[in-house]
Antibody, heavy 119, light 106 residues
Framework: EVQLVESGGGLVQPGGSLKLSCAASGFTFSGSDMNWVRQTSGKGLEWVGRIRSKAKSYATGYAASVKGRFTISRDDSKNTAYLQMNSLTTEDTAVYYC??????????WGQGTLVTVSS | SYELTQPPSMSVSPGETASFTCSGDKLRERYVSWYQQKPGQSPVVVIFQDNKRPSGIPERFSGSNSGNTATLTISGTQAMDEADYYCQAWDSSTGVFGGGTKLTVL
């Protein structure tokens, strides 16, 4: 069974940093692109960024709204993807999901972890 | 930046056909996926690569993509289909989601 479990969310002050983790199981993690998607309360989905597989040179891409502040990485030996978030603002408050591309799209999603940016 | 536009809401009666549209410039040149999200749950893919259904998704879900508009169709809508539906495509290496359509089954 494919499973993605996010962790690391919580309350952080504006300007602060937070690192989220996404632990994967049940599929070939090393061969899959990993994405982060966020959702503000009652609003829609926003793609945050992705890291591709080793076969695709671990290429990363980011949404304009987070570029330069967020960094996605992965550790294939631990089947885990990460989202390092710096210079956080209140507009980054959201539920953050990791989503795996196992076949051809965002096939599997985690349960999400809430990040609240507030003083 | 690339944008996908969806109507914010729609309603149908049980047994009717629900058709969701997703509009974007030359959308036909991109693959479109559709995601269903029920309250308090994570999104689930119901259509990928315009018209493919993942295993476990009922046959009443179908998709198409032509010109500037992609369409998700639910034939014989059931009460359990009440949810938010999002389209998604790629613009070069950037993921893009539509704003979502809330389906109410009356």
């Amino acid at each position: 069974e494919v499973q993605l479990v996010e962790s690391g969310g919580g309350l952080v002050q504006p300007g602060g940093s937070l690192k989220l983790s996404c632990a994967a199981s049940g599929f070939t993690f090393s061969g899959s692109d990993m994405n982060w998607v966020r959702q503000t309360s009652g609003k829609g989905l926003e793609w945050v960024g992705r890291i591709r597989s080793k076969a695709k040179s671990y290429a990363t891409g980011y949404a304009a709204s987070v570029k330069g502040r967020f960094t996605i990485s992965r550790d294939d030996s631990k089947n885990t993807a990460y989202l390092q978030m710096n210079s956080l603002t209140t507009e980054d408050t959201a539920v953050y999901y990791c989503a795996a591309v196992v076949t051809a799209t965002f096939d599997s999603w985690g349960q999400g972890t809430l990040v609240t940016v507030s003083s | 930046s690339y944008e996908l536009t969806q109507p914010p809401s729609m309603s149908v009666s049980p047994g009717e056909t629900a058709s969701f549209t997703c509009s974007g410039d030359k959308l036909r040149e991109r693959y479109v996926s559709w995601y269903q999200q029920k309250p308090g749950q994570s999104p689930v893919v119901v259509i990928f690569q315009d018209n493919k259904r993942p295993s476990g998704i009922p046959e009443r879900f179908s998709g198409s993509n032509s010109g500037n508009t992609a369409t998700l169709t639910i034939s014989g809508t059931q009460a359990m289909d009440e949810a938010d539906y999002y389209c998604q495509a790629w613009d070069s290496s950037t993921g893009v989601f539509g704003g979502g359509t809330k389906l109410t089954v009356l």
